[in-house]
Nanobody, 124 residues
Framework: QVQLVESGGGLVQAGGSLRLSCQAS????????MGWFRQAPGKERAFVAT????????YYADSVKGRFTVSRDNAKNTVYLQMNTLKPEDTAVYYC?????????????????WGQGTQVTVSS
């Protein structure tokens, strides 16, 4: 069982930056690939980024590539999402998720555990 708690969301102007954190419980954090997803009002939850168990490999949605960076600190049981050059269309609730198989999937149904989400609002 893994419990995930996101933090770091908020209101920011377009062009600004935010860093989201996702703190995981338990001693097996390094056994999970981690993903970030987001859900805007009226839309499906969409893939943002994923990172391998060791942190050596990452993969991004085209919409955030070059602007967002996912990283992790296994000693702190934490995964991060650094978001730069934010746009109004990045406004959404952001969720972190854990995948035990470690395959770094972009499909939300492949993830085993989810956090409660943190709101990110980008004003124009």
């Amino acid at each position: 069982q893994v419990q995930l708690v996101e933090s770091g969301g908020g209101l920011v102007q377009a062009g600004g930056s935010l860093r989201l954190s996702c703190q995981a419980s338990g001693r097996t954090f390094s056994m999970y690939a981690m993903g970030w997803f987001r859900q805007a009002p009226g839309k499906e939850r969409a893939f943002v980024a994923t990172i391998s168990r060791s942190g050596a490999t990452t993969y991004y949605a085209d919409s955030v590539k070059g602007r967002f960076t996912v990283s992790r600190d296994n000693a702190k049981n934490t995964v991060y999402l650094q978001m730069n050059t934010l746009k109004p269309e990045d406004t959404a609730v952001y969720y972190c998720a854990a995948d035990y198989l470690g395959g770094m999937p972009s499909r939300k149904d492949a993830y085993d555990y989810w956090g409660q989400g943190t709101q990110v609002t980008v004003s124009s």
